[in-house]
């Protein structure tokens, strides 16, 4: 399943399910007592959330009581969307014969919390032309109570649009290594003097830039948007995709 088609059965399911929102800031607690949840309980597990069933037919939504307040927004609205799927419908009878996974149905759930959370005709009136822009992105990040890899993923779905956010952690006066969001091969990219430069000049509100990189020990410069930021900055590459830091892919 792509993921256009993952988008469009998760809104789908929600709206049959009458529970897709327009504006962010659902009720979670309340939607899940709506589709029949008894409770939401938090609790010492391994895992993040779970949704059980007991003997009596009353179903309980789990959610690890250590987790950050973002992920556990967003696990609920997850788990959520296990209950969406088990329910009786034509989109889940048609998802279930076409789903071939576990993992199928795991992403399924997490575009499920993306439309919960994240609305997408909400996302759209925030990047009018399809383009992405970090504002966008710190926008739906604050408003919508989620992390900023879960804004960066709902941004990328709804937009269709390729870009690299990157995360700079301010450690005792030094800039740590770039985190890109969503991506754990990091390493191949680090910050060049003029890009420290620009990280200690960076706004509240994001500012347009040219920022150099290293990518594989060779400098490169990159049109970018970079915005100061709780743990220090973040920087946003509109067109690129994060593999391209890698050396693998073009430019768009
Ligand atoms: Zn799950």
């Excluded at 789990?62 to 992920?71: N, T, V």
């Excluded at 900023?148 to 956010?165: C, D, E, I, N, S």
Aim: proline share 4%.
């Amino acid at each position: 399943m792509n993921e256009r088609d993952r988008l469009g059965t998760a809104e789908q399911i929600c709206t049959t399910a009458g529970v897709l929102p327009a504006h962010p800031g659902v009720d979670l607690e309340q939607l899940a007592k709506q589709l029949g949840v008894k409770e939401i309980r938090l609790s010492a597990m391994g895992e993040d959330g779970r949704v059980s069933t007991d003997h009596r037919g009353d179903v309980r939504i789990q959610i690890r009581h250590d987790l950050p307040s973002e992920r556990k927004h967003f696990t609920i609205a997850h788990e959520i969307g296990h209950v969406l799927l088990s329910m009786p419908g034509e989109v889940q009878l048609r998802f279930r014969a076409a789903s071939r996974t576990r993992n199928d149905e795991e992403r399924l759930c997490d575009a499920i919390a993306g439309c919960l959370l994240m609305p997408t005709e909400w996302v759209r009136t925030l990047v009018p032309r399809e383009s992405v822009s970090l504002a966008a992105l710190l926008t739906i990040r604050q408003e919508c109570h989620v992390s900023l890899t879960a804004a960066a993923v709902r941004l990328r779905q709804v937009t269709g649009r390729t870009f690299t956010a990157i995360t700079a952690i301010r450690d005792q006066g030094f800039w740590r290594s770039p985190i890109i969001i969503g991506n754990e091969r990091s390493r191949q990219l680090n910050w060049t003097r003029s890009a420290v430069a620009l990280l200690e000049n960076a706004d509240r509100s994001p500012q347009r830039a040219v920022i150099n990189l290293m990518v594989h020990r060779t400098p490169r410069a990159f049109p970018a948007e970079v915005a100061q930021d709780k743990l220090g900055a973040i920087v946003l590459l509109d067109g690129i995709e994060f593999s391209h830091l890698a050396g693998r892919e073009s430019v768009r």
